[in-house]
């Protein structure tokens, strides 16, 4: 079994890093593979409206100059999706945007790739915005008919420059809870 994480924040090994990584150790601990992909330095862009994955059905992205059918393979190939993203104007980042949209569509146009995974989102913040973001998040998952296990509280931790966010220990607690709950949920449902 394998989860793979992706970290939609502008910045490489940041706080929302931090916060996948610890949802990935508890998951590690009851012996899941996981991953975590950095959308930072890569090149990604929005749905274009091309609906060429409607027609085509081939589980691929038509638009192929950037990382997304990657993105795609790694989500297919893996039981557990996580998505990560900073808080940028009270929303996700514009690079989780364009993964939501251009994987979101791509699933649906192939008889929903994701169906009866397990996923869950996890949200950075400074200060406000997060529950917008967070929800965001939740949005792709329900419509992918995704299966979240939810934590002790919303998944967010608060912390400005990078490592703020262990300063947060109920945002890190819930963080370890989400991941042991996505271990159990998959576990019951992945076998
Ligand atoms: C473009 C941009 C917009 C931001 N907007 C918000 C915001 O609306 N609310 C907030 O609390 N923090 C906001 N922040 C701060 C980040 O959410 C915060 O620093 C977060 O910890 C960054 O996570 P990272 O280290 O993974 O990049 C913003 C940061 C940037 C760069």
């Known amino acids: 079994m394998k989860v793979i994480a992706f970290n939609g924040s502008a910045r490489k090994d940041g706080n929302t890093a931090i916060l996948l990584n610890t949802v990935l150790e508890e998951i590690k601990k009851e012996g899941i593979e996981t991953e975590l992909y950095q959308l930072a330095g890569k090149k990604i862009q929005g749905c274009i409206a091309c609906y060429k994955c409607m027609k085509n059905k081939d589980k691929r992205c038509a638009v192929t100059k950037d990382i997304v059918n990657e993105c795609i393979e790694k989500m297919i190939e893996a039981d557990g999706i996580l998505l990560g993203s900073p808080t940028y104007f009270a929303d996700v980042s514009a690079g ?41 998040l939740n949005l792709f998952f ?50």
Not at 113 to 135: D, E, M, P, Y
């Open 96 to 136: 989780t945007r364009a993964l939501i949209e251009r994987t979101g569509y791509v699933a649906r146009a192939n008889d929903y790739l994701f169906k009866r995974k397990v996923g869950a989102g996890v949200i950075a913040v400074r200060r406000g915005g997060a529950i917008h973001a967070f929800n965001s």
């Open 142 to 191: 329900f419509y992918q008919q995704i299966i979240n296990p939810g934590s002790s509280y919303w998944a967010f931790a608060i912390g400005r420059d990078p490592g703020e966010v262990l300063n947060d220990a109920e945002g890190i607690q819930t963080m370890k809870t989400l991941g042991e709950n996505l271990a159990w949920l998959l576990k019951k449902v992945r076998r």
